[in-house]
């Protein structure tokens, strides 16, 4: 089985140790020889400086930087502003989104969709960047129907969007029907699997709920048996998330996007069952 492209998903530390740690991550995971690393965006613009910190700081570096840019509560002042930044800077890579949704009180700017947002970034810099957006193979949790959010997917492809990083998932099946039901609209784009290794079983069932990705009920009951045992966790998260690359590359997909949660090790060992390091 041949080797595949992979991407690395970073977010901006708070504090100064934790990008100290976030450093050592990175130079432990550019030995893997990984295509870019995207760095994550707080919606609403709290953490666009943070954003933009670590994306210069990886370009600076010599390696390719993707930040992600969220549309949700913000002006297209602002937006083309970050553009020209970018652009000025010599990155070449974003990933689009529309952001959650503010609360009730917050302002919801100038773009409702990610959809607006790729439309935009392709009138004001036309090919410049190299643009991702996100699908979700098990349907996004506010979509009005599974068909809507394929058809909306499919209006951020035809906005401009180059390739598509998923939200986790664990079922590979939904990820295959996901990627036949573009194919069979007439999109051919690449929707690469975002993979979510698993660490801690807490954490992950609290995200999961909020961001509508299934855990199976075999894998909770068996992470839920382990209790406190993080060594247990991990060692049977390793399996399954490896055992889920591999058929997720004996079935055609293009790469893989590790949310690293900022930690080196998780996407390490991955890379290594799987043969992936460069
Ligand atoms: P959209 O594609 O705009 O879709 C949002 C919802 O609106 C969907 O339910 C869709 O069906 C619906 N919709 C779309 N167009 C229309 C329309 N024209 N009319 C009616 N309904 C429509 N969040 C962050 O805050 N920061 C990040 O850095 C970040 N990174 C992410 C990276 C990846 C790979 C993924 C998968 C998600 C990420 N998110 C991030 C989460 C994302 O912002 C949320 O899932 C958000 O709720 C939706 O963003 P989107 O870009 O998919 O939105």
Known sequence: MGSLPFSI????????????????????LVRL?????????????????????VAVEIHKKGYEAAPHLTCIGTSRESIRDRLREYQSLGIRHLVALRGD???????LGDFRYASELVAFVRAETGDWFHVD???????HPQATSPQD????????VKAGADTAITQYFYNPDAYFH????????????????????????????RFSDTCGADIPRWIRLRLDSYGDDTVSIKAFGLEVVTALCERLREGGAPGFHFYSLNQAAMVEALCANLRLAG
């Open 9 to 28: 998903e970073f977010f901006p530390p708070k504090t100064p140790e934790a990008l100290a740690r976030l450093r050592e991550t990175r130079e432990r």
């Open 178 to 205: 996901f990627v036949d039901a573009v194919q069979r609209a007439g999109v051919f784009i690449p929707i690469v699997p975002g993979i979510m290794p698993i660490t801690n079983y807490s954490s992950l069932v």
């Open 33 to 53: 020889s990984p295509r870019y690393f995207s760095v994550t965006l707080g919606a609403g613009g709290s953490a666009r400086d943070g954003t933009l910190d």
């Open 149 to 156: 959010d394929l058809k909306y997917f499919i209006n951020k």
């Open 101 to 107: 949704l503010p609360s009730p009180y917050g302002e």
């Open 133 to 139: 957006v996100a699908a979700y193979p098990e349907v």
